[in-house]
């Protein structure tokens, strides 16, 4: 047997597991572990400039391609603390990331020691195992059910907290001879599958609600195969957006409250049967219960069982991976076809082709300052369909969701259920890092844009471009929206005059000149007719220097975009002016139709 400290018995396993990048700032707690992560060699680190961007980062990385998982480190006491946003933000949304911590000698951890925490009890409600090692000869067990846990049933994070004793003592370890654990996961059976088949062959307007965890599962050309056998209309949710073409003919557009589409609202109301798989009934998706379910059956298949009824009974429920799932509704929906017993659904489906060409938003103004619509209309021409969007909350990613159009799966990534301000510049640097030669486009108000802006400096010191679309009202604009229901308008304005930049006006930050002092390209726009060259300009920098380049839009102070204000989804409120000829929308999916 070899002999190793436990530090690089756990790098070893890291890499085992087919880890090959992580992110993180070292201390000194945990500086046996990056000394064995130097002598290992095999994983690539990028330094970030705070813990919880190491955090995010390593969600974007996961995030990005299926199996990746995302690892981040950091030392003792704040370190830790700093990553529960980013471990929140994981097991929200299912995503498997990996946090490491170092900590204080295992003698004084209850002795009130410098930067001694009980970390592992704060993350426990965040993660799927939080656990604090006492004993060096655990350390592989750990990290072994650690990666287990971890891509077995519905993903999820996981903390490790190391004390720094611990890392330093020598055990027994055979890197040659490990094996990960084998990954459960729930699987339909083909009874179930046939039952929940027959329900949707009895309606006769159904639809699929596809779910982030279709993307988690890798499933979505299944879950394409099986719309397209059945003919049945597919609403993607948000964390399932791309899972099909926006411009796919199954594809009925988003529900919702707030990221939603007018034609996919309308079709869903029309609906009578709903299969939802590998999604949670998110409320901004469903707002109040009663409108959504009223007059429609639903089956919900979901790869974790406590899921299914959380949120409302279903009239049939299957706890299975979509994936497995998927496998069977395909190969169940082939043999109906064949035998001729599948229903003939062109005229339900076209019915919400026909909403999509004719409840559109209008994108086309050319006001001055800029109308944030606009913007997203120019990055429809200008990003095509292999582009990586990542945002994560706000008006600017509520209006992205609506107008910006998503062709492929893990190209809109997003963190749906923490929605944490200042979450988009680090997760587009760990999209970036996972997929060096995508086209990575970020999309950040200005308040989550300020957030973590210190991390643009990790782009620049380890060469990540990316573009990142900052539009700047110098508002929380969000919360300025949800205010109007108070009659304020308090505390969300972040205008000021710059003395050091008066050509801004009451904007304040000079988002160009601190993106430039962080060794990133930057460009500001004020005029709508100069976007697109702006998004141009700003792939040639990006490409030429290896940085992040920011196009700032500078946006009129105040837009109200289209959401429900009566938590109704038969109830959105459109603040702007419509669609009423096709050059109000000239990158609409579908021609307008008048």
Not at 177 to 186: A, F, G, M, S
Not at 364 to 375: A, E, G, L, S, Y
Not at 493 to 505: D, R, T
Request: charged share 20%; proline share 6%; with cysteine.
């Amino acid at each position: 047997m070899a002999r190793m400290t436990a530090a690089r018995a756990a790098v070893e396993i890291l890499k085992r597991e087919g880890v090959t990048d992580a992110f993180g700032v070292p201390g000194a707690a945990i500086n046996p572990f990056y000394a064995a992560l130097q002598a290992s060699g095999g994983i690539h680190h990028t330094l970030a400039r705070h813990v919880e961007g190491a955090s995010h980062m390593a969600e974007g990385y996961s995030r990005t391609h299926p199996g990746n998982i995302g690892v981040c480190i950091g030392t003792s006491g704040p370190a830790g603390t700093d990553m529960i946003t980013g471990l929140y933000s994981a097991t929200g949304d299912s995503i498997p990331i990996l946090c490491i911590t170092g900590q204080a000698p295992t003698a004084v951890i209850h002795k009130e020691d410098f930067q001694a925490v009980d970390i592992a009890s704060i993350a426990k409600p965040v993660t799927k195992m939080a656990v604090t090692v006492l004993e060096a000869a655990q350390v592989p067990g750990v990290f072994q059910q650690a990666f287990h846990l971890m891509r077995s049933a519905r993903p999820g994070p996981v903390l490790i907290d190391l004390p720094i004793d611990v890392q330093l003592t020598e055990i027994e370890f055979d890197p040659e001879t490990y094996e990960p654990l084998p990954v459960y996961k729930p699987a339909a059976t083909r009874a179930q599958i046939e039952k929940a088949i027959g329900m949707l062959n009895a309606s006769e307007r159904p639809l699929i609600v596809a779910g982030g965890g279709i993307i988690n599962a890798d499933a979505a050309e299944l879950l394409v195969e099986f719309a397209e056998l059945t003919g049945t209309p597919v609403v993607p949710t948000l964390m399932g957006w791309g899972v099909l073409p926006d411009d796919h003919e199954l594809n009925a557009g988003m529900v919702g409250l707030q990221t939603s589409h007018r034609y996919g609202n309308a079709t869903f109301l029309e609906s009578d049967f709903v299969l939802g798989i590998g999604n949670r009934w998110a409320n901004r998706h469903t707002g109040k219960l009663d409108v959504y379910t009223a007059g429609r059956k639903f089956v919900h298949v979901d790869i974790e069982p406590t899921q299914i009824g959380k949120i409302f009974a279903p009239d049939y429920g299957i706890p299975s991976d979509a994936k497995a799932a998927l496998e069977l509704f395909v190969e169940v929906a082939r043999e109906l076809r064949t035998a001729g017993r599948l229903p003939d659904r062109s005229a339900w489906a076209a019915s919400a082709q026909e909403r999509k060409a004719t409840l559109q938003r209008r994108t086309h103004f050319d006001d001055i300052p800029i109308k944030p619509q606009r913007v997203y209309e120019e990055m429809n021409k200008a990003f095509g369909p292999e582009t990586r969007y990542v945002s994560t909350i706000g008006l600017s990613q509520i209006a992205g969701a609506q107008m910006l159009h998503v062709y492929r799966p893990r190209h809109w990534i997003n963190c749906g259920q923490a929605g944490p301000l200042g979450w988009t510049i680090p997760a587009a640097l760990g999209v970036a890092k996972a997929d060096p030669e995508a086209s990575v486009v970020a999309l950040s108000g200005d308040y989550d844009f300020q957030f973590m802006i210190e991390e643009l400096a990790v782009g620049a010191q380890h060469k990540i471009p990316y573009v990142h679309v900052l539009v700047n009202n110098s508002y929380l604009g969000l919360i300025r929206q949800a205010q109007r229901a108070f009659d304020i308008d308090f505390q969300v304005n972040l205008e000021f005059e710059n003395i050091n930049a008066p050509e801004l006006g009451v904007y304040g930050v000079d988002h160009v000149r601190v993106a430039e002092g962080l060794g990133c390209k930057a460009i500001r726009v004020t005029d709508p007719a100069e976007l697109g060259a702006a998004f141009e300009q700003a792939r040639k920098l990006a490409a030429e220097y290896r940085v992040p380049v920011v196009v700032e839009a500078i946006l009129e102070r105040v837009t109200n975009i289209s959401m429900s204000t009566t938590n109704d989804i038969g109830n959105v409120v459109e603040f702007e002016e419509l669609a009423t000829e096709p050059g109000h929308a000239p990158t609409s999916i579908r021609t307008l139709k008048v």
